[in-house]
Structures are given as C-alpha cells and as structure tokens.
C-alpha cells in the first residue's frame, strides 16, 4: 500500500521560509505527478503546485509563483515545496498528493488525486 508522508511544516513569521517534504513509501508506487495542496481553516482545499515524475514539468498557483518551488528527488522518492517570502494567509495543512492520471487541468483538481498524506501544518504569524 503506497503511503505519503509530510514533514517540515511549523510556526513562521511573515517573510520567513519553510520547507515541506513528502515521502513516498510502498510498493507498486505509480504516479503521473505528485501535488501540494492547502486548506486553511473554514476554506476549501486548493491547489498550490504540482510536479511530474517523468520531465518534470511544474505549475504553480497564482498566488505562490515566485515564492514556492516545487521540486523531486526520484532516488529517495520524496516531492519538497520550498516556500519563501511566506504571507499569513500562506496559512493552513499542507497535503501532498499523488496522481495517475492527466488530462487538461486536471493537475489542478483534487479529485483526479487518488492517495494523499495526513497534512502538515504551516502557520505564518504577522
């Protein structure tokens, strides 16, 4: 049974950087892209950024481009979200998230991710 699991999360001051890892464990592990999404209390979860496995083709929401990266170590099978110049409303539990699947948009969506990890916690003070 394939597992994700977020590290890094934490407490941060407005400007301040963190770094979130996702480690991905088990066996017949198959996946397109692995993505980070984000829920902040009493919104929905949304998107934040996804990477592909093979070519490494990356996206990113508007409102973290140029502040996250996005990037992939396929040799320990960890995905890592860098997020600099953090804003309190960068606020909230951080997912990471795997897919099999691709199609327009579709990165962009959580229901075309079929196993997601507990959630870390970020939380950028003013």
């Known amino acids: 049974q394939v597992q994700l699991v977020e590290s890094g999360g934490g407490l941060v001051q407005a400007g301040g950087s963190l770094r979130l890892s996702c480690v991905v464990s088990g066996r017949a592990f198959s996946s397109y892209a692995m993505g980070w999404f984000r829920q902040a209390p009493g919104k929905e979860r949304e998107f934040v950024a996804t990477?592909?496995?093979?070519?490494?083709?990356?996206y990113y929401a508007d409102s973290v481009k140029g502040r996250f990266t996005i990037s992939r170590d396929n040799a320990k099978n960890t995905v890592y979200l860098q997020m600099n110049s953090l804003k309190p409303e960068d606020t909230g539990v951080y997912y990471c998230?795997?897919?099999?699947?691709?199609?327009?948009?579709?990165?962009?969506?959580?229901?075309?991710?079929?196993?997601w990890g507990q959630g870390t916690q970020v939380t950028v003070s003013s």
């Open positions: 990477i592909t496995w093979r070519d490494v083709r990356t």
């Open positions: 998230a795997n897919t099999r699947v691709w199609y327009t948009g579709s990165y962009r969506r959580d229901q075309a991710y079929d196993t």
